[in-house]
C-alpha cells in the first residue's frame, strides 16, 4: 500500500492561488515553483479583487506578491494599474521583475522617475502602457503638466510605503491617490506599519485585510550578523581585511554621499574594481552602476541609503556597514540586500567607540544580541589616494557666480568664451 503524505508537509506552490493558467505557464518557465510566505498569503485575496496591507521584510518577493494579482486584473479586464515607489533604483527593480511575466502577456509598462527625460516619458505615455510605476515627485510633475490622467487606474499599489512616509513623500501620495478613482484595488506593501500608515489605509482603503508574516524589524533568516568596535581611522584598513578575507561580491554602506565617494576610491586603490550609488550620480551613472554590479563587472558597490531597498541582486555574499545607518529601521533594510530569496549571507557593521548605544538600539529593534567580534590584525595604512581635484572639499570662488551667467552679466548658455584679439598684448597686472 502507498504510503500517503499530510496535506500539510507538502511544500506550498502556485497552484491553488487562483492564479490564472497563463501565468502559471510563465512562472513554470521561470522557476518560480515555490511561493514566499508573503506571496503565499497576498496572492489569493489580490488576486480576488480585494484591498491589502502586506507586511513583510526586505528581499522576501513583495513585488509579485502584488504584481501577479495586477497583471492577471489588467489581462483579463483591462483598466490601468499605477505602482508607486520611493526611489528610482526600485521603480526600475520593480519594472524589471514585473517585466518578465507582462510581456509575455503583451502588457506594456512605464517607468517615470526623476533624472530622466521629461520627453521620454511622454512619448512612452503615447504608446498607451498598461501599468505606470512611478516616484511620486515625477509623477506629480505629469499630472500638474496634463501629460497624465489617472482616470482609468483600477489597481494602485504603495510599495515600500514606510520609505515614502520616512522621505516626506506623504503629501505627494495623497494628492495621487485623491486623482485616481475612488472605486479601486489598492495594495499596500511596506517592511513595517506605522500608525501613519495604517491612518492612509483606513482612510483610502477599503476594509484592507491586513496580512503581516514577520513582525517589523525581523531581519532576513539566513543572514549571520557581527559587529566591530574599531576607531573612525582604522575603518579604511579594516575594510580592507574584510575585502580580502571574502572574496564574493560585497556591498558597502556609507552615510553621506561625499562618505562613499571617498569610500570608492579608497576601494579602487585597494585593488578592487568597485562603482558607487548616491544623489549625486546621475540616473544614467547609478544605471550603468548597478549592471556593473549585477554582472560582475565590479566587485564592490558602495551606495548609500537610496539603495537600501532598490537593489536587487541575487548572490550579494556580504554586506559591510561601513558607517552605522541614522535610522536602525535602515540596518534591516541594509542587511537584507543579502541573503535573498532564502540564500545565505553575512552583515558585517563598524560602529565607532561612541556608538555602542547605536548597537544596543539596533538589538533592540531587530529583537536579539548580535555578536562583537575582536578587532582582527590590520595591514598597514596605505596612502589615501588623491585625484587632479577633490570633489569632497567646498569650491570657493573669487566672486559670486549665478547660474547661466558669467561674471560679466551675458549669458553663458550657447555661447563661446571670447578670444582675445590678437592686436591687443596680454594683459599685464602690476604686482
Known amino acids: 500500500m502507498t504510503p500517503t503524505v499530510a496535506p500539510h508537509t507538502l511544500e506550498p ?5 487562483g492564479i490564472a493558467p497563463n501565468i502559471l505557464d510563465i512562472l513554470g518557465k521561470l522557476n518560480f515553483v515555490v511561493p514566499t510566505p508573503i506571496q503565499h ?27 501577479i494579482p495586477l497583471l492577471q486584473r489588467l489581462a483579463g479586464a483591462g483598466g490601468r494599474g499605477l505602482i ?26 512605464a517607468v517615470f522617475i526623476g533624472g530622466a527625460s521629461m520627453g521620454a516619458q511622454i512619448s512612452a505615455l503615447r504608446r498607451d502602457p498598461h501599468v505606470v510605476i512611478a516616484t511620486p515627485g515625477r509623477l506629480l510633475d505629469h499630472l500638474a503638466q496634463k501629460t ?36 479601486r484595488q489598492t495594495m499596500l506593501f511596506s517592511a513595517t506599519l506605522s500608525p501613519d500608515i495604517m491612518q492612509l489605509a483606513t482612510a483610502h482603503m477599503k476594509l484592507p485585510l491586513r496580512i503581516e508574516v514577520a513582525p517589523a524589524g525581523t531581519t532576513v533568516e539566513k543572514v549571520s ?59 544614467s551613472q547609478r544605471k550603468e552602476a548597478l549592471e556593473g554590479f549585477k554582472n560582475g563587472r565590479y566587485r564592490v558597490l558602495v551606495a548609500t541609503d537610496i539603495a537600501s531597498r532598490g537593489i536587487d ?5 556580504l554586506v559591510v556597514n561601513y558607517d552605522l545607518p541614522m535610522d536602525s529601521s535602515d540596518y534591516v533594510h541594509r542587511i537584507g540586500r543579502t541573503a535573498r530569496a532564502g540564500a545565505k549571507g553575512h552583515a558585517i557593521s563598524f560602529a565607532e567607540p561612541h556608538q555602542k548605544r547605536d548597537i544596543r538600539d539596533i538589538e533592540r529593534l ?9 578587532l582582527p590584525a590590520l595591514p598597514p595604512a596605505r596612502a589615501t589616494p588623491t585625484s587632479t581635484y577633490n570633489d569632497d572639499r567646498p569650491r570657493r570662488f573669487s566672486r559670486p557666480q549665478q547660474r547661466g551667467f558669467t561674471p560679466r552679466g551675458r549669458s553663458s548658455f550657447g555661447s563661446r568664451p571670447r578670444r582675445q584679439s590678437p592686436s591687443r598684448g596680454p594683459r599685464r597686472f602690476s604686482r
Do not use: C
Not at 258 to 264: C, I, L, S, W
Not at 313 to 317: C, H, L, M, T
Not at 366 to 374: D, E, L
Open 366 to 374: 531587530i529583537r536579539k544580541t548580535v555578536p562583537i567580534s575582536t
Open 148 to 183: 497624465i490622467r489617472l482616470d482609468k487606474v483600477e489597481v494602485l499599489v504603495l510599495d515600500e510605503a514606510d520609505r515614502m512616509l520616512d522621505m516626506g513623500f506623504w503629501p505627494q501620495v495623497k494628492k495621487i491617490i485623491a486623482a485616481a478613482p475612488k472605486e
Open 84 to 109: 508607486l515607489v520611493p526611489t528610482r533604483e526600485l521603480a526600475l527593480q520593480v519594472d524589471e521583475t514585473l517585466a518578465k511575466i507582462a510581456r509575455p502577456l503583451g502588457i506594456r509598462s
Open 225 to 283: 550578523q557581527e559587529f566591530f568596535v574599531v576607531r573612525k581611522e582604522e575603518k579604511t584598513r579594516l575594510l580592507e581585511k574584510i575585502l580580502s578575507d571574502y572574496a564574493g561580491s560585497t556591498l558597502v554602506f556609507s552615510r553621506t554621499k561625499h562618505g562613499a565617494k571617498k569610500v570608492m576610491r579608497t576601494v579602487a586603490a585597494m585593488g578592487h574594481t568597485a562603482a558607487e550609488i548616491h544623489g549625486n550620480r546621475s540616473l
Open 313 to 317: 541582486v541575487k548572490g550579494i555574499e
Open 13 to 17: 506552490t502556485f497552484n491553488g492561488l
Open 41 to 67: 498569503r497576498a496572492i489569493p485575496p489580490g488576486v480576488a479583487g480585494k484591498d491589502v496591507v502586506g507586511v513583510a521584510q526586505t528581499g522576501t518577493g513583495k513585488t509579485l506578491a502584488f504584481g
